[in-house]
């Protein structure tokens, strides 16, 4: 996400947006730099919504995957910024609120018992930018003491998205039963650790059973997803399929958006004391651990996966000898400052962004209009991106780990983990999940004072992390959340957080953390309490017929047949 300071970002609305309170005019000349972040925001609309912002401005697309993709690739390829120079009114009067609780919301977990470290509570939020947002989240259940939850970030569109906020805990799930780490209980989906060889043998063992299925969860859904497994069905080869062909191609370019928009994706999976985080994109994962000594430390749980990581970029080079280095992982000429790979895209990992993993012939035999150039310059020898996920693993310790902070870059790029890690600190001090006037949970956390955070407006941590991440104090926030799309581009991106609260061990302290955690301000919940999560739902993860093959024989014949 674009970094700018709240008096910049306030310049950046549109002059022609209409405010009930009368607005104040500023006049700016400002140039619009590209994205530094790991992707660039790309500036359309899934083909499930529609823009709001104006059919003349500069950045409106239409809602057709045909012009996902095409502007796509004229964003990831422009070399010249954009110049803003226009009298902006900024609206006075934005209910904060109502925007930071729109898509947020509190759910009690469910646990075999109170000594189980299985998440307590579950706290998310999701505000856009996007018009409709790219980002999604969920959270399900493996079993009383398994918990999945899921923060997916896309780009180029919200189809890769939506398909793999949906499907990857049946994959996950369906990897661990195949590897026998799993077992079903029930005739629906939940699922227990069994007693199988890979349970009952070392922790190790374990460990590298369930990365195992992490990855191949995560190979699997992209190989279907670039390869058309969630596209709509190819017309068999006929002559009524022929003579109808206009109609078939619409069909062909609406549903080709899935596999060529993209989605960073980051899980993390609780199994009883055992805590995995995989992450394929730059997404984050961050831990709230409490020292001996009251303190609180952040620990990263995840690594982003951009080209200027030093493993990252070695593997790069390694994968494609004999191309040159700094077109493989380079900083566009005259653009900004971020790595990309192929100067073209700044994230390493993720699942979809198909013209950057197809055979050449494959992305050769698109149809125009999709895209004019049907490969990125300097594409050779693709793939060039991975969806194979880094994985990294945690034993939980009850009395020290309090809390999980998982969030797409639209937060971890305005707040450090450190940062992070303190505002939740903070928010469960003022929500009174502690004894007052003592520090007996939580511990001192100076950040709180040097940087002011506003702690006492939500009852919702993911929440009150997006309002300090916009600038906490509401004439701040309000400043960047007036600005409407397509503009609000440039001054925020899409936000989604979640927060989970493992249960606490009490016996240090005499503090049942457990207890308070739950029944923190949940009183003053602005919206029903959800209780427990949704299960896994395995049919997603039956196996699927790749339809991009088809898709293209039919393809070749309409072209004969013209």
């Known amino acids: ?130 018009n409709p947002s790219e980002d999604r989240i969920a959270a399900l259940s493996l079993g009383p003491t398994s918990q999945l939850f899921i923060v997916v970030d896309g780009h180029g569109g919200g189809q890769c998205a939506q398909i793999v906020v949906d499907h990857i805990a049946p994959y996950i799930a369906q990897e661990l039963k195949n590897r026998g780490a799993v077992s079903t209980i029930t005739n629906g989906s939940w699922w227990w650790p069994t007693a199988s060889p890979a349970t009952t043998a070392s922790s190790a063992d374990r460990s590298q059973v369930v990365t195992e299925s992490i990855r191949a969860a995560f190979e699997r859904l ?22 109808d062909a206009e109609a078939h191609r619409q069909a062909f370019n609406a549903s080709i958006a899935s596999a060529v928009a993209g989605a960073c994706t980051l899980v993390a999976l609780v199994d009883g004391q055992d805590l995995f985080v995989s992450c394929a994109g730059d997404s984050k994962a961050i ?69 950057l993993k197809w055979p050449l012939t494959t992305a050769q035999s698109l149809p125009e209009p999709l895209i004019k150039k049907k490969t990125v310059p300097h594409c050779v020898t693709p793939p060039y991106l991975t969806a194979t996920p880094l994985t990294t693993h945690r034993r939980i310790t009850a009395s020290k780990d309090l809390f999980m902070i998982l969030g797409t870059d639209g937060l971890t790029d305005e707040l450090s983990s450190k940062e992070a890690v303190s505002i939740v600190h903070g928010f469960m001090r003022v929500a009174q999940a502690v004894e007052k006037g003592t520090n007996r949970v939580w511990g001192k956390d100076p950040l709180t004072h040097q940087k002011g955070w506003v702690l006492d407006r939500d009852d919702n941590a993911a929440a009150c992390l997006v309002r300090n991440a916009f600038g906490g104090k509401d004439d701040a926030v309000s400043r960047i959340l007036s600005v409407e799309y397509p503009d609000s581009r440039d001054v925020r991106d899409d936000v989604s957080v979640q927060v989970v609260f493992f249960r606490g061990d009490a016996s240090s302290d005499g503090v049942h953390v457990d207890t308070l955690v739950e029944d923190a301000r949940l009183g003053a919940s602005r919206f029903p309490v959800k209780r427990g999560l949704d299960s896994v739902n395995l049919s997603l993860a039956q196996q699927k017929v790749a339809q991009l093959p088809k898709w293209l024989q039919w393809l070749e014949a309409s072209n004969s047949a013209k």
């Not at 992209?222 to 003579?243: E, R, T, V, W």
């Not at 990263?300 to 191309?323: A, C, K, Q, T």
């Open 1 to 130: 996400m674009l970094k700018l300071s709240i008096s910049a970002a306030a310049t950046r609305s549109a002059a022609t947006r209409a405010s009930a309170a009368t607005p104040r005019s500023i006049q700016v000349s400002a140039i619009r730099p590209a994205s530094s972040a790991s992707k660039p925001p790309v500036h359309n609309a899934s083909s499930t919504g529609s823009s709001t912002g104006s059919s003349t401005g500069r950045w409106f697309l239409p809602v057709t995957a045909i012009v996902a993709a095409g502007a796509a690739y004229k964003y990831y390829q422009q070399s010249e910024p954009i110049v803003i120079d226009t009298a902006t009114e900024i609206p006075a009067g934005v209910d904060i609120d109502s925007i930071l609780y729109a898509q947020s919301s509190i759910t009690t977990l469910a646990s075999a018992s109170n000594a189980s470290p299985a998440g307590l509570r579950l706290d998310s939020c999701t505000v856009g930018s996007n």
């Open 222 to 243: 992209d190989s279907d997803i670039i390869n058309g497994a969630f596209m709509a069905p190819a017309p068999k080869i006929s002559k009524a399929s022929l003579a």
């Open 287 to 355: 831990l709230g651990s409490r020292n001996e000594d009251g303190s609180f430390e952040a620990i990263d749980l995840s690594v982003e996966n951009r080209p200027n990581h030093p493993e990252e970029r070695e593997r790069i080079l390694g994968e494609h000898p004999g191309e040159d280095p700094d077109m493989l992982v380079g900083v566009r000429p005259n653009y900004d400052d971020s790595f990309r790979v192929l100067q073209y895209i700044a994230i390493s990992r993720a699942l979809g962004d198909a013209f």
